[in-house]
Structures are given as C-alpha cells and as structure tokens.
C-alpha cells in the first residue's frame, strides 16, 4: 500500500523559469569580453553536474552555493576572465528566489495530501528552497535537502536518507520528478514507484523506464 510521495522540487513543483540565465547574462555583462550566453550556461550547467557527481565519487560534500562559486571560478580560468568570482557568483545566487510554483501544483498537492504523507526532497540549499515554499504559500509534510542530508542525488543514500527519517519502505513509496538520472533511476533501483514529468514533452527515454509518465499534474490524480 502507497504511503508516501517524494516530489522533486524544482521542474518539478517549482519553475525555474529563465532566471539562470538571465543571471549569466547580468554577469557577462560585467565583462570586457563578447560572450555568448547561452553557450556559456551551457557550459556552466555541465560542469555543475560534473561538480556535483564528483562530490559522490569523493565524498566530500558542498553546499549549492560553494560549488556555484567553484563553477564560476572555473569558468573564468576557462575564459580568461579576471574577475571577483565570489563576488559575481552572488548575482545567479539571486536568482534562486522569487520563483513560482507551476500554475497545476498547488491544488493537486492539496489533494495528494489527504491520500499521503507528501515531502520533499531536493538536490538544494535549505534556505533557498524553504523561502520558495513559503513565497507560494506551499505546505508539505517535510521538506529534505541535500544541505540537510550531505548527500546529492542519484546517490542511492539521498533516497534511503528519506525512506530512513520517513519509516517506509521503498515499496510503499512513491518518487515524482522531472529528470530520467535523478528522479527515476536511483528511486526505481531502490523499488520504489516512479513517475516522470516531462511538461514539455521532449524528454528521451532510454533504459530508464519511469512507471508512469505524465505532462501536468492533474494526470496524478488519475493514477494515485
């Protein structure tokens, strides 16, 4: 029997919308150099990934925010750019904020919430997220971050951290997020349920089979 839903949080409970980007801009604006953008977030996004992947190899754990200053800083070594990295990074740290919910998530959540115990949990900072709650009026059950957990996902303890605190088995959970690696691979390893958002229905699946996959939210009231 399903007893407890895990959401992801942002893509899927909170847009991040173009604020990462919009960021970048604003930093590049600061420089001396003609700097594409898009391509540098590209760049920029990858090697987050590649930072936070190497935190699980390592086992040494930062915060969000140290490895978007360490992002940052290479990216200046990359590009040649002499400039207070600490200092710029603050301005996609800005960008966290003022996010909005989905327009679908609210109501739904309401519903779930009297079905299930619903959380969190988060590749996040605590306080970043929190805040965003909070600014969209959302209430969950618990919220679980990596902060929280020194753990990042799709490390296999990130979700067992959650299955652990919350006392429920895998099989009788349920794990709903927006991206293949960390939101259905490691919870499916594990047993769990797995459903997959893909809102703008252009993500490939390969051999990561999500149990289910929706495009908006009022589908999950038709499965659970």
């Known amino acids: 029997m399903k007893k407890l839903i895990i959401f992801d ?16 801009k604003k930093i590049l604006a600061l420089q001396d150099k003609d700097i ?8 920029w996004k990858k090697l987050h990934k590649e930072q936070i992947l190497n935190c699980i190899k390592t086992s040494i754990f930062l915060t969000e925010w140290e490895i978007f ?32 919910l989905f327009d679908d998530v609210k109501e739904v959540i309401d519903e779930l919430k009297k079905k299930y115990r619903v959380v969190i949990g988060s590749t996040a900072d605590t306080y970043p997220l929190i805040k965003n709650l ?22 296999l303890d990130f979700y067992r ?17 927006d991206t293949l690696l960390d939101d259905i691979k490691g919870p499916k390893t594990l047993g769990m349920t797995t459903i997959l958002i893909d809102r703008k229905e252009n993500i490939v699946i390969n051999d990561v089979k999500p149990d289910y996959i929706i495009n908006n939210f009022d589908e999950l009231l038709t499965i659970l």
């Open 9 to 24: 949080a942002y893509g899927t409970l909170i847009s991040t919308g173009t604020g990462s980007l919009d960021s970048t």
């Open 36 to 43: 594409d953008p898009v391509s540098f977030y590209a760049e």
């Open 69 to 100: 200053s360490l992002d940052l800083k290479i990216m200046y070594e990359r590009y040649n750019i002499n400039r207070p990295y600490k200092e710029d990074v603050k301005l996609m740290l800005e960008s966290q904020f003022n996010r909005r």
């Open 134 to 155: 909070e600014d969209n009026n959302l209430i969950v059950d618990e919220v679980y971050t990596s902060e929280m957990m020194k753990k990042y996902k799709p490390d």
């Open 161 to 177: 951290y959650i299955l652990e605190k919350e006392k429920c088995a895998p099989e009788n959970s349920i794990f709903i997020g």
